[in-house]
């Protein structure tokens, strides 16, 4: 694809119920992070994947959260028994090799989760 | 602990005025910054990295590691360039201890 691909666009949960995001990374690219943005805050890291391993998962805020990667491109972020706290933009970046803030990596536009 | 402080939420400019929008950062190590930018109903994107010490858009950032901080400049504002600005802060070579600020919401006054 042109970029990284993020669904739903939007998803409004009942508190309590399971959700999955997915992020469709570009072609080939080795790493993929996923970040949270709660309303007025910047992104807070959530984990990072090289290839199908994830190799920090010390920004998930609690055991609800879990994320993957199977075949080292397709990467879902679930949350379960979901609350009002993890309402936030949940955004997905994948770079060539290198980390965040090198020039190969590329944001998606985000999953805006709202939690009611 | 807040790595990375953007003091102003929200700033304003009128258009050929000079803008800065400041970054503060804490870290004891040798700090990589960046600053990433939000255009309207777009997606988040690298603007400008401290090492490379280049002028993106009219964009200028200095590190300044006695002050620890790294204010973006640019000396005549347009209206384009109004979004929304992170500066971002990276403790690792992979990036994935990196650290955004809170944000600063510049808006250009034609």
């Known amino acids: 694809g042109a970029g990284v691909s993020q669904s739903p666009r939007y998803k409004v949960a009942k508190r309590g119920q399971d959700v999955a995001l997915r992020c469709d990374p570009i072609s080939g690219h080795v790493s993929l992070f996923w970040y949270q943005q709660a309303l007025g805050q910047g992104p807070e890291f959530l984990t990072y994947?090289?290839?199908?391993?994830?190799?920090?998962k010390s920004g998930l805020p609690s055991d609800r959260f879990f994320a993957e990667r199977p075949e080292g491109s397709v990467s879902t972020l679930k949350i379960q028994r979901t609350q009002q706290e993890d309402s936030a933009v949940y955004l997905c970046a994948s770079s060539l090799a290198g980390g965040v803030g090198t020039t190969e990596a590329f944001f998606g536009q985000g999953t805006r989760l709202t939690v009611v | 602990a807040q790595r990375v402080t953007q003091p102003e939420k929200l700033l304003s400019v009128f258009k050929g005025a000079p803008v800065e929008l400041k970054c503060n950062y804490s870290?004891?190590?040798?700090?990589?910054l960046f600053w990433y930018v939000q255009y309207s109903r777009q997606r988040l994107q690298l603007l400008l990295r401290?090492?490379s010490r280049e002028s993106i858009k009219g964009f200028t950032a200095d590190l300044n590691k006695g002050e620890t901080s790294f204010h973006l400049k640019k000396p005549f504002a347009q209206e384009e360039d109004s979004a929304m600005y992170y500066c971002?802060?990276?403790?690792?070579?992979?990036?994935?201890?990196?650290?955004f600020g809170t944000g600063t919401s510049l808006t250009v006054i034609p």
């Open positions: 971002a802060l990276s403790t690792s070579p992979t990036g994935n201890q990196f650290y």
């Open positions: 870290y004891s190590g040798s700090p990589e």
């Open positions: 401290h090492i």
């Open positions: 994947f090289q290839n199908e391993a994830q190799l920090d």
